[in-house]
């Protein structure tokens, strides 16, 4: 078994290293499910390195998913009113079905006890079958669903997903 490691992004060379990786999953894995004129978009606008170091300097935290000291992932969280938003956890298509969003679900389960934050919530489209599938084996509930215009006649159609880490 290869060793995972959460190791978060501080220097800019991180922050680009998960900026291209997030341009090759976001085309690989998204382009059937929301097209690729939206993958464009949204890419540039939350994904890319200016993008990242924006969200950095308002607060987020970056972790690079090491396994076998490569670069196989990532995930971007935010705490906001006691619960922890989750608002990327990709992996790369080659480290896929090694378990390693299990091992993120633990990392930032760990992460929220240590900060007493209560629950971890997302967002995920609502035709993303297979991740859909991978929270609801995690124990994430769906709450609600919601419909939000992100500009350029695009809009995220996701369903809000929640665990509770308190129980």
């Known amino acids: 078994m290869e060793k995972v490691e959460f190791v978060k992004a501080q220097s800019d060379e991180d922050i680009r290293r998960v ?75 080659d480290f896929r079905g090694k378990h390693l969003s299990t091992k993120a679900f633990h990392f930032l389960t760990e992460l929220c006890r240590k900060r007493n934050l209560s629950s971890i919530w997302l967002t995920c489209n609502k035709h993303n079958d297979h991740t859909l599938k991978v929270y609801d084996h995690l124990g994430f509930h769906t709450i609600r669903s919601e419909k939000n215009d992100i500009g350029n006649g695009f809009y995220m159609d996701d369903y809000i997903m929640e665990y509770s880490v308190t129980g």
Do not use: C
């Open 19 to 93: 900026a291209v990786l997030a341009e090759e999953i976001w085309h690989e894995h998204f382009t059937d499910i929301i097209g690729e004129a939206q993958v464009n978009y949204m890419v540039e606008k939350f994904q890319s390195y200016p993008a990242l170091k924006a969200q950095i300097a308002d607060g987020y935290e970056y972790y690079q998913i090491m396994y076998g000291g490569q670069l196989a992932g990532y995930t971007g969280v935010h705490p906001e009113d006691g619960r922890l938003f989750l608002s990327k956890l990709y992996l790369h298509k």
